[in-house]
């Protein structure tokens, strides 16, 4: 039992980024070997109302994703205000009507004045930038190519 504890992260109850950006690796591999597409959704977390703290309430409004993933998927917290959701065996049309769906979720369930900025990468049409993702992390200027300037 301790050692899930290593894995998830308290506050939220996602994977620690360490594991998260393992798993995808794996599911890379996974997906380079069969054949198999799968998602990457990336939610930056931006607090529209602050109401005392700011990281507070990007760690509780974080904590609603756990229910709003299959538990085929993962979830983890890969920074502060920043949560990523591997989409396990999706191509781009089901992992679009997933992130809609986790979206819907995480909004009715409250997130705590937090608006959740998405964005989505398909495996293997993105491939390029998982890697990048894989290789340096989850900067700032990622979250700035989101959905909507991808499909302009």
């Not at 290593?6 to 393992?22: E, K, S």
């Not at 959704?41 to 229910?67: D, Y």
């Not at 049309?93 to 009715?108: H, N, P, V």
Request: with cysteine; proline share 5%.
């Amino acid at each position: 039992m301790e050692q899930m504890w290593i894995l998830i992260d308290g506050g939220t109850g996602l994977h620690v980024a360490w594991y998260f950006w393992l798993r995808v690796l794996d599911e890379v591999n996974r997906s380079t070997r069969y054949g198999t597409p799968f998602g990457l959704l990336l939610l930056e977390g931006q607090v529209e109302a602050p109401a005392g703290k700011p990281l507070r309430q990007l760690e509780e409004a974080g904590s609603t994703v756990p229910r709003a993933i299959r538990s085929t998927d993962m979830g983890g917290i890969v920074a502060p205000g920043r949560v990523a959701v591997l989409l396990t065996h999706q191509d781009a049309e089901s992992a679009e009507q997933a992130r809609d769906r986790i979206l819907e979720r995480m909004t009715a369930a409250g997130t705590c004045g937090v608006r959740w900025l998405p964005t989505l990468l398909t495996y293997p049409e993105d491939a390029a930038e998982i890697a990048t993702l894989l290789t340096t992390g989850w900067r700032p200027d990622a979250a700035a190519h989101s959905d909507a300037q991808r499909s302009a």
